[in-house]
């Protein structure tokens, strides 16, 4: 079946790093949307992108949405402690209304 | 606050027990997505509806069923409770842009099965 690959499953920083995660999949998505999860709470919105090629901005946060529309990229620039949490990104399938996520990247900032 | 509600927030219950989880989407969406989050894991997408209509499936089990009501709150139900149906469910809505939503999540229902 359809899944999104999403790297790296994990990954400790320092306060003030930049981070990078991916996702990565075979099949074309409409649409790539970025959440942040803390524990026991609901996902929150950070990012959606539309359109292949998309670059967009949200505070330190930056996405874009791959040209092939199989990946797409999360930045964080000057990670702050703040920023740990489950990163997952989420694709909604072409030619159809189901959304996939990916199994997440857990960040731990060290202060 | 995504202003979509949830409710309840915490469900223990026993198995082979039947409960029913309620979702309220924010104001002016159409759209309700469910989806079940395990210990540790990934979301995984349940069923869809837009206003009214179920709109799209996934991996859910026919002991679960779904429905979304003309005031566009919608409600999980689960029978025949199993201890693996212990999850967070979570509830989405969507504004539409013709097959383009984007979600905003609920806090979800912590289900725990005895």
């Known amino acids: 079946g359809q899944q999104l690959n999403q790297s790296p499953q994990s990954m400790f920083i320092q306060e003030g790093e930049d981070v990078s995660m991916n996702c990565t999949s075979s099949?074309?998505?409409?649409?790539w949307l970025w959440y942040k999860q803390d524990p026991g709470e609901g996902p929150v919105l950070l990012i959606a992108l539309y359109k292949a090629g998309e670059l967009t901005s949200n505070g330190r946060l930056t996405a874009q949405f791959g040209i092939t529309r199989k990946d797409s990229f999360l930045n964080i620039s000057a990670s702050i402690p703040s920023d740990v949490g489950i990163y997952f990104c989420a694709g909604q399938l072409g030619g159809t209304y189901k959304y996939i996520f990916g199994t997440g990247t857990r960040l731990k900032v060290l202060a | 606050d995504s202003g979509v509600t949830q409710t309840p927030k915490h469900l223990i219950t026993a198995t082979g027990q039947r409960v029913t989880l309620r979702c309220s989407p924010r104001?002016?969406?159409?759209?309700v997505y469910w989806y079940q989050q395990s210990l540790d894991q990934g979301l995984q997408f349940l069923i869809q509806y837009y206003n009214g209509e179920e709109r799209a499936k996934g991996n859910i089990l026919e002991r679960f069923s779904a429905q979304q009501f003309p005031d566009l709150h919608s409600e999980l139900n689960l029978s025949s409770l199993e201890l693996g149906d212990s999850a967070l469910y979570f509830c989405a809505s969507g504004g539409l842009l013709h097959s383009t939503d984007t979600q905003y999540f609920g806090p979800g229902t912590r289900l725990t099965v005895l």
């Open positions: 104001s002016g969406d159409l759209s």
């Open positions: 099949s074309i998505f409409n649409t």
